[in-house]
């Protein structure tokens, strides 16, 4: 995957491994510190392998500057320092028939991007608000593209929550990047999955954890 900045002075893409939250950083193992089997086991996020791919799979698009809400009667008000504008608002009448998502503004903001990207033949990208980043204070909408061609700086939409009041820190990941190659596939229904998914489960909880890491799991490298 190719990419440039509109300018050398703001932050690139990078993985987004690089932007792994606090939050996760600082979650349990087991609930409570130390594991417990019985009645139920106590295993937390921390030893969810899956959860942990979500949020280091693919590149991040970074916010390329400051930006500062401030919530007053009529709405929020969006005000950073320098040209070209981070943020824009898009036409009301576009956004007629999508759903708000609750405790969000009704407006429909656009993150005006400023890196190009470009894929190899036969890649799309999924571009999709960061993974299980509910606490960011917006929620940038999701597509996929087939960027086999050097794509534009463009507008991202989002939403803007009702609840934030605060700066919006330059490199704050606004939307997650996760190549994938383009493949035909076929829905097929499969007697025995149910029957196989049962012997798993039984071999996946014989074990305190790991069970999973140590004999699906495959490593992801996006650098």
């Given amino acids: 995957m190719w990419f440039e900045s ?13 932007v ?20 139920f086991d106590n295993t937390a996020l921390k030893l ?15 916010l390329f500057q400051d930006v500062l809400v401030e919530q007053t009667p009529h709405g929020p008000l969006l005000s950073f320092r320098t040209s070209p504008a981070p943020i824009s608002e898009r036409e009301t009448f576009r956004n007629k028939t999508l759903p708000t998502p609750e405790g969000y503004w009704d407006k429909h ?19 999709v608000h960061p993974l299980n980043r509910m606490d ?3 929620f940038s909408l999701s597509a996929v593209v087939d ?5 534009n700086s463009g507008s991202l939409p989002f939403f803007l929550s009702k609840n934030f009041e605060g700066i919006i820190p330059q490199g704050t990941p606004i939307a997650q990047i996760i190549p994938f190659k383009r493949e035909d596939w076929e829905l097929q229904k499969k007697e025995g999955l149910v029957k196989e998914a049962e012997i798993t489960q039984k071999k996946a909880m014989s074990v305190v ?14 650098e």
């Fill in 6 to 18: 509109y300018d050398s002075a703001w932050p690139e893409m990078k993985p987004i491994k690089s």
């Fill in 20 to 39: 792994i939250p606090q939050w996760y950083k600082d979650a349990e193992r087991f609930t409570g510190g130390k594991p417990v089997l019985a009645p």
């Fill in 48 to 62: 969810c392998t899956p959860f942990l791919d979500s949020l280091t799979s693919g590149y991040f698009i970074p």
């Fill in 109 to 127: 903001y656009m993150w005006n991007t400023q890196t190009s990207f470009k894929l190899p033949n036969g890649y799309s990208a999924l571009v």
């Fill in 136 to 138: 960011l204070p917006f």
């Fill in 147 to 151: 960027a086999n061609f050097a794509m």
């Fill in 209 to 222: 954890s790991g069970w999973y890491k140590n004999n699906f799991w495959n490593r992801k490298s996006y």
